[in-house]
């Protein structure tokens, strides 16, 4: 029999999260519970297993995760003081989802909130919404007691003032988000069909190589068996992908990389 698969794990430049569930996180010959994340992000890992040791749900460990890179301001691309937009102003995107439901809850463009991974577990669990945006999802996040802050730093207005300097005029096409929702439905139909996550990591980036031979992006695939893999799309100066581990068989968060195709 073909084993089950999971959602795997898609990035475009920004961290993304995966947990699979299993028995209490203590060292065990079984390789489950799994956390995986995009990047180097060590301290995220660490944050989301500890969530799971204290007895937290997947859910839990994934905000708690990634709250923790919100706080890091992990690799300038995560949280506040980030890529500004047009205006100069720093907003949010974050998305979370429970595997079991497929429930989602997802914030966008999330205004003056540092913590967008919070504000997104609420819609999940306090809204028959799965998207807000803008200055809705503000309200929303104010109502739920979070505090209005300036999402703005020394580093981001710098940013800002470049990006006038240099008088861009086009924003990242919209087109380079379409097809990560296809990778992760993909991917998962190949370990449906019985391939092993790097493989269908592979496959999916070579499918997508066809059409955009020059995107920035690598996906990461897990199994319900907490098998996992990544792949990514090689170009000059993207040779290497990192991202993180932790499982019952691992004492610590460990860096893995792998080599883009
Ligand atoms: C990770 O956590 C440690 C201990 O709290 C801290 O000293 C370190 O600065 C953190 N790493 C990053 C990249 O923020």
């Known amino acids: ?26 060292r065990s010959s079984s390789p489950l519970p799994l956390v995986l994340n995009t990047w180097p992000f060590r301290n995220a890992t660490e944050a989301a297993w500890k969530t799971l040791a204290l007895g937290g749900s997947s859910l839990d460990a994934v905000e708690g ?31 979370l989802m429970e595997g079991t ?3 989602v809850g997802a914030v966008g463009d999330l205004r ?12 999940l669990e306090h809204t028959t919404h799965t998207l807000l945006v803008g200055e809705s999802a503000t309200k929303f996040a104010q109502s739920m007691g979070f505090v209005d802050e300036d999402l703005s730093t020394k580093d981001s207005r710098a940013l800002h003032s470049d990006w006038l300097a240099q008088n861009f005029v086009s924003l990242l096409p919209a087109v380079l988000v379409s097809p990560f929702v296809y990778i992760s439905y993909q991917a998962v139909e190949y370990m449906r069909r019985g391939k092993d996550p ?4 592979q496959k999916v980036i070579a499918r997508i190589q066809k059409y955009f031979p020059n995107f920035f992006g690598a996906v990461i695939c897990a199994n319900v068996t907490g098998g996992y893999g990544a792949a990514c799309n090689k170009l000059p100066a993207f040779t290497q992908f990192s991202f993180m581990v932790y499982n019952s068989l691992k004492s610590q968060p460990t860096e893995e990389k792998v080599d883009c195709i």
Do not use: H
Not at 112 to 123: Q, S, W
């Open 1 to 26: 029999m073909a084993p089950k698969p999971s959602l795997p794990a898609v990035l475009v430049l920004q961290l993304q999260l995966l947990l699979l569930p299993g028995p209490a996180p203590v």
């Open 65 to 95: 995760g990634c709250a923790s890179c919100e706080v890091e301001q992990c690799d300038g691309t995560v949280g506040f003081g980030g890529s500004p937009d047009e205006s100069g102003e720093t907003t949010l995107d974050a998305m």
């Open 101 to 103: 439901t497929m429930n």
């Open 112 to 123: 003056r909130i540092k913590n967008a991974i919070g504000v997104a577990r609420k819609v």
């Open 198 to 201: 790097t493989t269908a990591c």
